[in-house]
């Protein structure tokens, strides 16, 4: 029986599902999010998940209901609209998504955008930090995080691109941040991590639409 229900669960995000690439609007509908064309992918909090996951639907990352999830990040073409889930199993620890660089100049404006908003069953929160690791081994964490919480009532889209599509950090020890831009530096792995408290479903929404993080 919870077999049956999760795959309707998967069948019914699915068909909610559309990857366009024509540009947005600016304008923001009801729920917070822009206009228009965007690529949607769910994380999903479960309390177990042993299954082969490389035959989701391209737009689904199970994560653990409780506890720590690090998702591997992998540049995409940077030139078209490129996101796609890698490795969707997340619940053994590790989950791979590919995207775009969404900062080629480091100017602190994006070329596309990401929105978030938590669903499910109200009461549970997570929160996501986006980091890099060095190729001497050392990692750095972004001093943002995007914290999303379940209340009750509607739930609405915030955009999120400044934390989950760079990395603030004081890699000089000067104390003053450096911002780096996912997939500024070919030699380091990034990530986002995310840390689970019963939260049952994350959205994310990439649209693009800019968003001026300066």
């Known amino acids: 029986m919870k077999k049956l229900i999760m795959v309707a669960v998967i069948a019914a995000l699915a068909a909610s599902t559309f990857v366009g690439v024509a540009y947005a609007g600016n304008g923001l509908t009801g729920n917070g999010a822009p206009n228009g064309a965007h690529y949607n992918l769910n994380l999903i909090g479960v309390p177990d998940k042993s299954d082969d996951m490389t035959g989701s639907n391209g737009h689904v990352i199970f994560v653990d209901l409780s506890g720590k999830t690090r998702i591997l990040l992998q540049q ?101 941040l450096e911002r780096y831009p996912l997939f500024s530096n070919a030699l380091y792995q990034y990530f986002w991590d995310y840390d689970n408290h019963g939260c049952k479903l994350i959205q994310l929404r990439f649209y693009e639409v800019t968003t001026d993080v300066n």
């Open 76 to 176: 995409g073409t940077a030139d078209i609209f490129d996101f796609q889930v890698l490795d969707a199993n997340g619940t053994d620890g590790t989950a791979s998504f590919q995207l775009p660089n969404p900062d080629p100049n480091n100017d602190g404006i994006t070329w596309y955008s990401v929105y978030a908003r938590a669903l499910g069953k109200p009461g549970g929160w997570g929160n996501i930090t986006s980091g890099f690791i060095t190729d001497g081994d050392v990692t750095w964490m972004s001093t943002y995080s995007y914290i999303a919480v379940r209340g009750t009532g509607k739930s609405t889209f915030d955009n999120v691109s400044k934390e989950l599509l760079y990395v603030y950090a004081d890699t000089n020890d000067n104390g003053v």
